[in-house]
């Protein structure tokens, strides 16, 4: 795992000694007891931004769960939505909540008639990352990002973004756009952020497929974007924060007068100010995202990744383990492994205590 240049994010080593205690599946936020009786396998798919946060979570509530296993494959969003409601996963992580479409049809993992539980656990900013030689920080605003992405500006002397960073020597190097490839929560909330705040510069709707008719080079998941990024001089992509690596250089964003850098303090900042999504059962906590804040030290490009489960499950095993792992994840440990394994934003307290209402309801 690298060390992280953004906001002091660091990679730690899980030792023997991170013997971190999981919540009680029937105490939501209180920790077990060091014998724990666990027993049984999760199988969870989705968000590959939850990746290195998963590997983390997974290895500390193995730990002190040994009779445990749990496996979660980072395929992306999309892959863990369509296994979630296949019943091909017991959980599922998404870089969105699901829409209403997807809420109206059925979930082979739930008994029938449940309702889904969504659960905002892992928030993160999205980083703008660039490969331009000798150049480590930019500042853009979204009317500049959107324009890059779209194909409007195509060199790295445009002066669009050379009236953006005084003092900047840009080369006049072709710009090579990044996207992902795969249907992405990250791409969704990248693209939402620019539908909100370019001010009529991206002209498509929020969506976790690139639009067709835009060039740019696709990559497979967070790990192809970060490659394409490293490998090609002049690309710029983005990616979950926690994949920043030392080659790469990093965008500010406009916010009000100043520019943001991706802090993960910014990103939690972001979540605190939004509303849930008006309308949903009361243990889906999908979060109404605000792109527009002026607010200063708010980072508008943030990502939340939710867990996925049912209310009720088919199988009550499954129920248990879920309630469980779901537990330690919203606890205050469990945020602090995924803060320290992936530079991710500990949900506040007021969130906490939402979720914490929600996973009780698991059953």
């Not at 498509?204 to 497929?209: H, M, P, R, V, Y």
């Not at 001089?233 to 790469?248: H, L, N, Q, V, W």
């Not at 850098?261 to 309308?279: R, T």
């Amino acid at each position: 795992m690298n060390i992280k240049r953004s906001g002091g994010i660091v990679a730690i080593a899980l030792v023997g000694a991170l013997a971190l205690a999981s919540c009680a599946a029937n105490e939501g936020g209180n920790e077990t007891p060091a014998e724990s009786n666990l027993e049984g396998t999760l199988s969870g798919v989705g968000a590959s931004s939850q990746g290195s946060a998963q590997e983390g979570l997974i290895a500390a509530f193995q730990t002190a769960n040994p009779g445990v296993t749990i496996n979660y494959s980072p395929d992306g969003s999309g892959a863990g939505r369509e296994a979630f409601i296949g019943g091909g996963a017991d959980f599922a992580g998404s870089d969105r909540a699901f829409n209403d479409e997807e809420l109206a049809g059925e979930f082979a993992t739930c008994a029938a008639d449940s309702g889904i539980v969504e659960l905002p656990l892992y928030i993160s900013p999205i980083a703008i990352v660039f490969n331009l030689e000798g150049v480590t920080e930019l500042n853009l605003d979204a009317a500049t990002i959107a324009n890059i992405f779209n194909g409007t500006i195509t060199s790295w002397d445009d002066a669009a973004i050379a009236a953006l960073n005084d003092g900047v020597t840009l080369p006049a190097a072709a710009i090579n756009p990044v996207h992902r490839a795969d249907d992405s929560g990250t791409q969704e909330n990248f693209t939402d952020y620019l539908a909100q705040a370019s001010g009529g510069a991206w002209t498509f709707e929020a969506d976790g497929e690139w639009p067709a008719e835009l060039g740019g080079e696709g990559a497979s998941q967070t790990s192809g974007v970060v490659s394409a990024i490293e490998a090609g001089a002049g690309s710029i992509g983005f990616i979950d924060a926690s994949r920043i690596t030392d080659a790469m250089g990093v965008v500010s964003v406009g916010v009000g007068e100043g520019f943001e850098a991706p802090p993960a303090e910014g990103a939690a900042a972001a979540v605190d100010a939004s509303p849930l999504v008006a309308g949903r059962d009361a243990f889906d906590l999908a979060v109404e995202l605000e792109r527009t804040t002026d607010a200063a030290g708010a980072y508008p490009i943030t990502l939340i990744s939710y867990l996925l489960g049912c209310e009720v499950y088919a199988d009550s095993a499954k129920a248990e383990l879920v309630k469980a792992y779901f537990s330690y994840i919203a606890s205050e440990e469990g945020q602090t492994v995924s803060a320290d394994a992936a530079g991710s934003a500990p949900i506040s307290s007021t969130l906490r205590d939402q979720v914490t209402a929600a996973i009780e309801a698991i059953s």
